[in-house]
C-alpha cells in the first residue's frame, strides 16, 4: 500500500520560505516520479512541480524560479523549497506520486498521479 505523508507546511509572512516534505512508503514505479499540487479555497487543484529519477524538474509558471522540487532517492522523499511567498500561495499542498506526465521543456503542462498525499496546509499573510 501507498503512502505518501506531507510535512513542512505552516504559517508565514510575505516574502517568506518554506520547505514542504513527503515521505513515500510502499511505492516502487523505477522512475520515482513525484510532485506537488495545491488547491486554495473555492479553486481547483493545480500542479506545481513534477520530478523523476535521471530526469529534469518541470515546473509550473506560477511557481517557475521561486520553488524549488528536489528528490532524495534514498530516503524516497520530495521535497518542495518555497521562496518569496506571498498571499495567493496560500492553498492545501498535497504529495504525489506515480502516474502521468505533459511537459514542454521545464514547464509542466499537466500531471495526473496515481497516488496523493493527505495534504499540508500553507499560510502566507500580508
Known amino acids: 500500500q501507498v503512502q505518501l505523508v506531507e510535512s513542512g507546511g505552516g504559517s ?36 506545481l512541480a513534477v520530478i523523476y529519477t535521471g530526469g529534469s524538474p518541470a515546473y509550473d509558471d506560477s511557481v517557475q524560479g521561486r520553488f524549488t522540487i528536489s528528490l532524495d532517492n534514498a530516503k524516497n522523499t520530495v521535497y518542495l523549497q518555497m521562496n518569496s511567498l506571498e498571499p495567493k500561495d496560500t492553498a492545501m499542498y498535497y504529495c ?11 514547464t509542466l503542462v499537466g500531471y495526473h498521479p496515481a497516488y496523493w498525499g493527505q495534504g499540508t496546509q500553507v499560510t502566507v499573510s500580508s
Do not use: H
Open 12 to 47: 508565514v509572512q510575505t516574502g517568506g520560505s518554506l520547505r514542504l516534505s513527503c515521505a513515500a512508503s510502499g511505492y516502487t514505479d523505477s522512475s520515482n516520479t513525484m510532485g506537488w499540487f495545491r488547491q486554495a479555497p473555492g479553486k481547483e487543484r493545480e500542479g
Open 96 to 106: 504525489a506520486a506515480g502516474g502521468s506526465v505533459a511537459r514542454i521543456g521545464g
